[in-house]
C-alpha cells in the first residue's frame, strides 16, 4: 500500500470532523429539541416519547463511527495496523450510506453532501488498502 500525503489525510480528517459536527449539532441538539415540542406553534405535531432519544443515540453513533473512521484513515499508514483501519473504514462506509439515505429521504441536503464527499473520499483513500499486492 502507498502511503497518502499527510496533506491528504488532514484534509480528510477535517471533512469528517466537519461532518461530525453537523451531526452533534442537528441529531444530538436540534432534532430532540424539535422533537421534545420546542418549535413554531403551527409545526409542532404529536411525537412518541422515545423519539429525541432515538435522535441522540443516532447522533452519538454516528459521531463515534466518523471518530472511528478518522482514526482508520491514519492507521492504514502503518502495515501493522493497516487491517483495523481498513475494517473502520468500511464499518464508516456503511454507516455514511445510511447517512446518505437519510439526507435523500428526509431532504436534508447538507447530509446528503457531507455523506457523498466523505464516502467519495474513504473510497479514494481506502482504495489501495484493499488493492492486490504487485509482484
Known amino acids: 500500500m502507498t502511503h ?3 496533506a491528504a489525510l488532514l484534509g480528510a480528517t477535517a471533512l469528517i470532523l466537519f461532518e461530525t459536527i453537523a451531526i452533534v449539532l442537528f441529531f ?3 432534532m ?3 422533537a421534545g415540542g420546542i418549535a413554531f406553534e403551527d409545526e409542532t405535531a404529536p411525537t412518541p416519547a422515545y423519539v429525541p432519544y432515538g435522535f441522540l443515540v443516532a447522533g452519538i453513533v454516528m459521531a463515534g463511527v466518523n471518530g472511528w ?3 482508520g484513515l491514519w492507521a492504514m499508514q502503518s502495515p501493522s495496523t493497516a ?3 481498513s475494517s473502520a473504514l468500511v464499518g464508516a462506509g456503511a454507516v455514511h450510506i445510511l447517512l446518505l439515505g437519510f439526507g435523500l429521504l428526509s431532504g436534508e441536503h447538507l447530509f446528503t453532501i ?3 464527499a466523505v464516502l467519495a473520499l474513504l473510497a479514494v483513500l481506502a482504495r489501495p ?3 492486490k499486492p504487485s509482484g
Open 32 to 34: 430532540p429539541l424539535f
Open 4 to 6: 497518502s500525503s499527510t
Open 114 to 116: 457531507f455523506a457523498a
Open 28 to 30: 444530538c441538539i436540534a
Open 83 to 85: 487491517s483495523r483501519g
Open 69 to 71: 473512521a478518522a482514526r
Open 129 to 131: 488498502a484493499f488493492a
